[in-house]
């Protein structure tokens, strides 16, 4: 049976429409206006926002010090009814949205049961329950990923665990993942690797965790072309938490591995603002790495609270930061295949159903704004002039010689010799930051 959208959860909240940035209603955009054209693509196109179904519709605020506080108007359902109610839930709030895109883990949208034959079952029910409802939504799977981290089994990790078991019982879980993917047309399947890493070197046989986690990941390759599943491979990096070391750490360790087992053809990476900044880097400094080495993929859009050490999940609004992530992605020529997910969640103290359309709308004006001033800045080289004039010197005699292959240690000594004055130039930045903000302002 078709299903249609209703109108049960959300009641109060109309589709949320673009009004510009004069209006002062909280239930619309103010920048992110669907249709406009910015380079040639739609901002629809270019922004790709999906929903995160694990922060949005199963959280349930609770934390290490206190009882969950969401007001959730399917609370009162329990297991399979729970798990459907979510799903009507989840398409009637992309509707209002107008999202084209949602993710999910396999354990947020269906609960476990006693066995893993009883898991698939209930996963199966679920996944054709969501099926059925996009046949007459717009908004389609962005990605879906297997839960590895959650239940007990995995108290040593998923494909690093020092049991074989419970490799086996991950890879089983991969393969009814890929098989989701490709039935719902997912257009990338992600690992996260919620587990994959270690407390203590003095009970870790690290090179053997690595090399299993690499043949895990061959595994899924494989399966995946034995079954036709054509979406794209992105692997999450993070540094820490809930194990103290993530072998998946930053983007450049996780570049490394791609390479050093093969797996760089295959995969590329889907990175995270707020695990960025936990790495000790800036959410741009992650997508420039990826982007410079070709393997950026897809992003979760999220922000950290600089004052706190831990994942706090928070939705974006930081325009400084959106500005700068959408200057890489453009620089990127887009995301691909990937998109911006809102890996994110609204605060304990947020917790009414409506503060979930406030959250997103926050969101995605946040990201429009800053596709804007981004495409603005690399419309006008505001950078790259920049950039340029600083490294000109690599463009002509000794430098031209150094980037083409030419010189040597010899060529260079002689030329050092014979060079008496050594005259740099200021790399401006407090002028360059005046700049940005200049154009956060006026476009």
Not at 18 to 45: C, Q, R
Not at 126 to 150: Q, R
Not at 392 to 418: C, M, P, W
Request: charge should be negative; aromatic fraction near 12%.
């Amino acid at each position: 049976m078709v299903q249609t959208m209703n109108n049960t959860y959300f009641g109060s909240v109309n589709k949320v429409a673009y009004e510009g940035k004069e209006s002062k209603n909280p239930l619309a955009f103010k920048y992110y206006n669907h249709e406009e054209v910015i380079g040639g693509k739609t901002m629809k196109d270019i922004l790709r926002f999906s929903v995160a179904y694990w922060h949005t519709f199963t959280a349930d605020g609770s934390d290490p010090f206190g009882a969950a506080t969401m007001e959730r108007p399917w609370n009162h359902f329990t297991g399979m009814d729970l798990a459907k109610a979510r799903v009507e839930a989840s398409f009637e709030l992309f509707e209002k949205l107008g999202v084209p895109f949602f993710a999910f883990h396999d354990r947020d949208v269906a609960p476990e049961g006693l066995t893993l034959s009883e898991t698939n079952k209930n996963l199966d029910i679920i996944v054709e329950m969501i099926k059925d409802y996009m046949k007459t939504s717009n908004t389609k799977l962005l990605w879906n990923t297997a839960n590895m981290f959650t239940n007990p089994r995995f108290v040593h990790g998923a494909a690093t665990s020092c049991n074989a078991d419970v490799f086996a019982y991950a890879a089983a879980q991969v393969k009814k993942g890929l098989e989701t993917a490709k039935l719902l047309g997912a257009e990338n399947y992600v690992f996260w690797g919620g587990r994959e890493g270690y407390e203590t070197l003095l009970n870790t046989d690290l090179k053997l965790e690595l090399d299993n986690l690499a043949r895990f990941m061959h595994m899924a390759v494989d399966y995946a072309k034995e079954i036709g599943y054509t979406g794209q491979f992105l692997i999450e990096p993070k540094p820490k938490e809930p194990t103290t070391h993530q072998y998946d750490t930053d983007a450049a360790t996780t570049i490394a591995f791609l390479r050093q087992y093969g797996l760089e053809d295959y995969f590329k990476l889907n990175l995270e603002a707020n695990h960025a900044t936990l790495a000790g880097h800036t959410f741009e400094h992650e997508l420039r790495v990826a982007r410079t080495s070709g393997l950026l993929g897809s992003v979760d859009a999220n922000q950290g609270n600089p004052l706190l050490g831990w994942d706090t999940d928070e939705f974006p609004t930081d325009l400084y930061s959106t500005t700068l992530a959408m200057y890489e992605i453009l620089q990127n020529g887009g995301l691909g295949r990937g998109g911006l997910n809102f890996d994110a969640k609204v605060r304990r103290t947020s917790f009414e159903a409506e503060d979930l359309v406030h959250a997103h709308v926050a969101g995605m004006d946040a990201f429009a704004r800053g596709l804007k001033v981004a495409h603005k800045l690399i419309e006008d080289r505001a950078f790259e002039n920049v950039i340029a004039e600083r490294y000109s010197s690599f463009t002509k005699g000794i430098g031209l010689d150094i980037v083409q292959g030419r010189a040597n240690f010899h060529t260079l000594e002689t030329y050092a010799l014979n060079n008496d004055t050594i005259k740099n130039v200021s790399g401006k930045t407090e002028r360059l930051k005046a700049l940005l903000n200049q154009y956060l302002l006026e476009v």
